[in-house]
């Protein structure tokens, strides 16, 4: 089978240039996937900062990449193995912009936010480029996810940089059966985002608590030398959950009973119904404010 093609764009060039056969057998490729504020992005930099790491500074849309690659600059005619290998020839070229003759390990950071998206991405990324390596970045706490995620949105800040003179993070109020639908589509996300053979999984909580042992997993997974993360990585700060969210105690305990019905199998029926009719009318409002 022809191999597809490998480019990479030198630091000291503007051209991006096609490598041979056995580099391409040798390189690594990456995805680091999660939901959103679930941490992707302190790995994304983290991996992205080694000196035999290539990745595009932004995170990859999982549409149209990850559904259509090829099709989304052609009419879709194109052959099975003109799409296979048009995939890998266009993840290898996003992922070379910043590589150099040191570039071992090439990825993307995407982010779902729905089972399908998730599903989505796995199974594309599986099918699709050759020993592909998948990260998957969790974290626990689904209510400071969600919490992290309402700050975020209202505000439209969506990194929290360490500053001295940073304001206190304002009050954040849950609303019980938004979190429902929240959560409830959560553990379906991860629980689609698990299903990935051989996948490096990372603790949100646990990385934070140790950084230098988890990035050194990290490596290791890719294949890349262990050497200290002394570059930049943001350092996203948030204040403890409880400090900001006036009904914590409340949430968690919702969401453990939450995580008990979904691992059962027993969620209750109205929850699910409830999280259904909620995310249909989400959808109209937003496609009422589309036209």
């Known amino acids: 089978m022809t191999r597809s093609p490998v480019f990479r764009m ?11 056969d056995s580099e391409s057998a040798s390189r690594t ?12 992005t302190l790995v994304h930099k983290a991996v992205a900062g080694h000196p035999n790491a290539s990745a595009l500074n ?8 990850w559904d259509r690659a090829l099709s989304t600059f052609t009419f879709g005619h194109e052959t099975p193995e003109e799409r296979r290998a048009g995939h890998v020839a266009l993840f290898d070229a996003v992922t070379s912009i910043a590589a150099s003759a040191e570039t071992r390990a090439f990825g993307v950071k ?15 990324a599986m099918r699709t480029i050759p020993g592909v390596k998948i990260i998957l970045v969790v974290r626990r706490d689904l209510v400071a996810q969600y919490a992290s995620l309402l700050r975020a949105r209202r505000s439209g800040a969506w990194h929290s940089w360490r500053r001295t003179d940073r304001p206190p993070a ?4 849950i609303r019980p059966l938004l979190f429902d639908r929240y959560a409830t589509n959560a553990l379906g ?4 985002l698990r299903c990935a053979p051989a ?6 909580e646990e990385l934070v608590g140790g950084r230098a042992e988890e990035f050194r997993k990290i490596f290791d997974f890719l294949e890349l030398p262990d050497v200290p993360v002394d570059w930049e990585l943001g350092d996203k700060v948030s204040p403890p ?3 900001y969210i006036d009904n914590y105690l409340e949430m968690s305990n919702r969401l453990a009973s939450l995580v008990e019905g979904h691992a059962s199998g027993t969620l209750a029926l109205s929850t699910r119904l409830t999280a259904t009719l909620l995310d249909i009318a989400s959808r109209s409002r937003r496609m009422l404010r589309g036209r």
């Open 199 to 204: 996948a490096h999984q990372v603790v949100f």
């Open 170 to 173: 304002p009050q954040v109020h």
């Open 10 to 20: 030198d630091r000291d060039s503007p051209h991006v240039y096609q490598s041979g």
């Open 241 to 243: 959950p409880e400090a």
């Open 29 to 40: 490729r990456y995805v680091i996937v999660g939901m959103p504020r679930s941490g992707t």
């Open 58 to 65: 932004d995170e990859l849309c999982v549409s149209p990449f």
């Open 110 to 124: 995407c982010c779902v936010s729905s089972p399908r998206e998730a599903e989505l991405v796995v199974t594309s």
């Open 189 to 192: 996300t991860l629980a689609q």
